[in-house]
């Protein structure tokens, strides 16, 4: 059973950093793509940046220039970068790792709660 464990949440001001990081326990096939969501209190969770296993990145608006996702595949980890927080990045951030090709996986991280004080 492939298990997805978050860690590097926490309280900070707006305008610091911090870096989540979620690694894969267990055997688990070449991924598609890992990905970073997030939600807010009262909001439907939103994508926050994905990456593929050839290293292609995509990014909300929101958080272009100031996140940025990176992996290491040989770990299977996929870390989040956040420079430049804003209270309205406020929420919990969950990992995920898929799959799109037989045999096809789509598992999420437990959450890990991000509080950025004004």
């Known amino acids: 059973q492939v298990q997805l464990v978050e860690s590097g949440g926490g309280l900070v001001q707006a305008g610091g950093s911090l870096r989540l990081s979620c690694a894969a326990s267990?055997?688990?096939?070449?991924?598609?793509?890992m990905g970073w969501y997030r939600q807010a209190p009262g909001k439907q969770r939103e994508l926050v940046a994905t990456?593929?296993?050839?290293?292609?990145?995509n990014y909300a608006d929101s958080v272009k220039g100031r996140f940025t996702i990176s992996s290491d595949n040989t770990k299977n980890t996929v870390y989040l970068q956040m420079n430049s927080l804003k209270p309205e990045d406020t929420g919990v951030y969950y990992c995920n790792f898929k799959r799109i090709y037989l045999p096809k996986y789509d598992y999420w991280g437990q959450g890990t709660q991000v509080t950025v004080s004004s």
């Open positions: 990456i593929t296993g050839g290293g292609t990145t």
């Open positions: 267990g055997s688990i096939l070449s991924f598609t793509s």
